[in-house]
């Protein structure tokens, strides 16, 4: 029941291609999500929201205002908000036409 069974080993240029695959694939999903995060920053800009930092975008939808037919972003994120010191959290959303809305809950933090 004892058989040799030989294994063959990886060449190293496998491993090499790998590695290359998954440094690209990390850089692409920093790039991703520091630009959802530049794009939310300047719609909260466009709400007002001049003093912004830690800006973190947990989902990027798409939507559509039945009544007139227009599309649009939902951003859901959290946000510090430096001029009054509060982190912020929620929804905000811009369309197409450059329409911005918020539905934002800010907390003092201590």
């Given at each position: 029941?004892?058989?040799?069974?030989?294994?063959?080993?990886?060449?190293?240029?496998?491993?090499?291609?790998?590695?290359?695959?998954?440094?690209?694939?990390?850089?692409?999903?920093?790039?991703?999500?520091?630009?959802?995060?530049?794009?939310?920053?300047?719609?909260?800009?466009?709400?007002?929201?001049?003093?912004?930092?830690?800006?973190?975008?947990?989902?990027k939808?798409?939507f559509?205002?039945?009544e007139?037919?227009?599309?649009?972003?939902?951003?859901?994120?959290?946000?510090?908000?430096?001029?009054?010191?509060?982190q912020?959290?929620?929804?905000?959303?811009?369309?197409?036409?450059g329409?911005?809305?918020?539905?934002?809950?800010?907390?003092?933090?201590?």
């Amino acid at each position: 029941m004892a058989e040799n069974v030989e294994v063959r080993k990886i060449p190293t240029k496998s491993f090499i291609y790998i590695a290359v695959i998954m440094l690209l694939g990390i850089l692409v999903m920093l790039l991703v999500e520091s630009g959802k995060a530049t794009k939310a920053t300047k719609v909260l800009n466009q709400l007002g929201y001049t003093n912004v930092k830690d800006v973190k975008v947990f989902k990027k939808s798409t939507f559509l205002k039945e009544e007139t037919n227009i599309k649009g972003y939902q951003y859901s994120l959290k946000f510090i908000d430096l001029a009054t010191n509060k982190q912020c959290q929620g929804f905000i959303v811009r369309d197409f036409k450059g329409v911005v809305g918020q539905d934002l809950d800010c907390k003092s933090i201590k």
